[in-house]
């Protein structure tokens, strides 16, 4: 079946540091990949996506390659910010499937200025 | 641009009631998923309407049921309310009749609590 595995948080960084965020999947088909990001209160804002393996989804300084070969989809930044402190989810959806998303459990995130 | 749009924001009630929440999705927007996000659970598709059909539906029981209008706003309705259905419900919708391309747009939820 369809199945995302997603680094364990609380993840803290002081502003400035390199993030990395794991994410592995499980897949029948052939899957998109997104990232998604939640803020206090709020729902879930797409933040990236990639939808055939070698993709490289970007935005807002985060990046993520799609890699079939490992099945993973790594989120990285950079330079974090303390305005980037959020929970971050993995997921995948695969049409063949429907449209059903796959979330990962979401890594908390904060930043520390 | 009005993002989607989920009423009430938070709601009280009593074990055994039932409830309704609504969502208005983006106009333009025709599908629209309904998920349910627990501590213990994470993020749980509950069902998926595209032009008032619904095409998918998640793993819940029966007491869970939704619908879809004309107009693309979309309804869930619990029924028989229960402790463990506490939780965000999260509506999301798309222009995209096959989302899972695509992504959704969510809303910021209805935070349900059962006493």
């Known amino acids: 079946g369809n199945s995302v595995t997603q680094m364990e948080g609380p993840v803290t960084l002081s502003e400035e540091a390199f993030l990395t965020i794991n994410c592995t999947y499980t897949?029948?088909?052939?899957?998109?990949l997104f990232w998604y990001v939640q803020y206090p209160g709020e729902g879930l804002q797409l933040l990236l996506k990639a939808t055939k393996a070698d993709d490289k989804g970007s935005n807002k300084g985060f990046e993520a390659t799609y890699r079939k070969e490992t099945t993973s989809f790594h989120l990285e930044k950079g330079s974090v910010q303390v305005s980037d402190s959020a929970v971050y989810f993995c997921?995948?959806?695969?049409?063949?499937?429907?449209?059903?998303?796959?979330f990962g459990t979401g890594t908390s995130l904060t930043v520390i200025p | 641009k009005a993002g989607v749009t989920q009423t009430p924001r938070y709601l009280i009630k009593t074990r055994g009631q039932q409830v309704t929440l609504s969502c208005s999705p983006i106009?333009?927007?025709?599908?629209v998923s309904w998920y349910q996000q627990t501590p213990g659970q994470g993020l749980q598709f509950l069902f998926e309407?595209?032009?008032?059909?619904?095409?998918n539906k998640g793993n819940f029981p029966g007491r869970f049921s939704g619908r879809q209008f004309s107009n693309s706003r979309s309804e869930m309705n619990v029924s028989t309310l229960e402790l463990g259905d506490s939780a965000l419900y999260l509506c999301?919708?798309?222009?995209?009749?096959?989302?899972?391309?695509?992504?959704?747009?969510f809303g910021s939820g209805t935070r349900l609590t059962v006493v």
């Open positions: 309407y595209f032009s008032e059909t619904q095409r």
């Open positions: 997921a995948l959806s695969d049409r063949n499937t429907g449209n059903q998303f796959y």
């Open positions: 897949a029948t088909g052939y899957p998109s």
């Open positions: 106009s333009g927007h025709r599908s």
């Open positions: 999301a919708s798309s222009r995209e009749p096959t989302p899972a391309n695509y992504g959704y747009t």
